[in-house]
């Protein structure tokens, strides 16, 4: 059972402007929601993070935004530039030593 | 940077063997976790350790096993390797207090014949 589901698996935006990735959840129990920036043949690396106290997080051009009622999160990267071209992973962790459960990811292109 | 380093970065194993994976982590971080990462997936959680306990588990079979060591170091073993092994194995550290931002190391890519 996929926990956390994430759209579009892939994704094709101009240079300058939004991409946005959506992610929904099914158990109410998380509290901790983090976007990962993976490129290829390293590591994911924490990008920006939320707790669902809040409904929308910023920093630099990377905004989380959170709906709690709908179980939905997403991240909306501005003016996006073609460094931003990484595959993007949402989590959810629901504390304790459970892990963190990732989507499926996306594969971001931004095009120059 | 993330301080934590895996080794090796690649292998090839064939089906029944057995393989162990390491990872140094930075000092501070007190929680390791490993990760599988299948192709084209996100990673799945396998388990986690904590003061050289494993405190929780995800759904992978008992042929998974782990240790952690005093000086934040960390093995991932696993017994009988199947084709669907194939994978990116990601170590993960944590700092204490914040067991939920994770910062992972590179990767050791196993590939099971």
């Known amino acids: 059972q996929q926990q956390v589901k994430q759209s579009p698996q892939s994704l094709i935006v101009q240079k300058g402007g939004i991409s946005i990735i959506n992610c929904a959840y099914e158990n109410t129990a998380f509290d901790y929601f983090p976007w990962y920036q993976q490129f290829p043949g390293k590591g994911p690396a924490l990008l920006i993070a939320i707790r669902p106290d809040v409904s929308e997080k910023k920093e630099g051009r990377?905004?989380?935004?959170?709906?709690?009622?709908?179980?939905?999160?997403?991240?909306?990267?501005?003016?996006?530039?073609?460094?931003d071209s990484?595959?993007?992973?949402?989590?959810?962790?629901?504390?304790?030593?459970?892990g963190l459960t990732f989507g499926k990811g996306t594969h971001l292109i931004i095009q120059p | 940077e993330t301080g934590v380093t895996q080794s090796p970065t690649h292998l090839i194993k064939t089906r029944g063997q057995q393989v162990t994976l390491r990872c140094s982590s930075q000092s501070g971080h007190n929680t390791v976790s490993w990760y599988q990462q299948a192709l084209?997936?996100?990673?799945?959680?396998?388990?986690?350790?904590?003061r050289e306990e494993e405190n929780g588990r995800g759904n992978f079979p008992p042929r998974f096993s782990g240790l952690q060591f005093p000086n934040y170091s960390s093995e991932l073993n696993v017994n009988a390797l199947e084709l669907d092994d194939s994978a990116l194995y990601l170590c993960a550290g944590s700092l204490a207090g914040v067991a939920g931002e994770l910062f992972f190391g590179e990767g050791s890519r196993l590939t099971v014949l």
Do not use: E, R, W
């Open chain 1, 62 to 83: 990377f905004t989380i935004s959170f709906n709690k009622s709908a179980k939905q999160f997403s991240l909306h990267i501005m003016d996006s530039q073609p460094g």
């Open chain 1, 86 to 98: 990484a595959t993007y992973f949402c989590a959810a962790y629901g504390g304790g030593a459970d």
């Open chain 2, 40 to 50: 084209g997936q996100g990673p799945q959680f396998i388990f986690q350790y904590y």
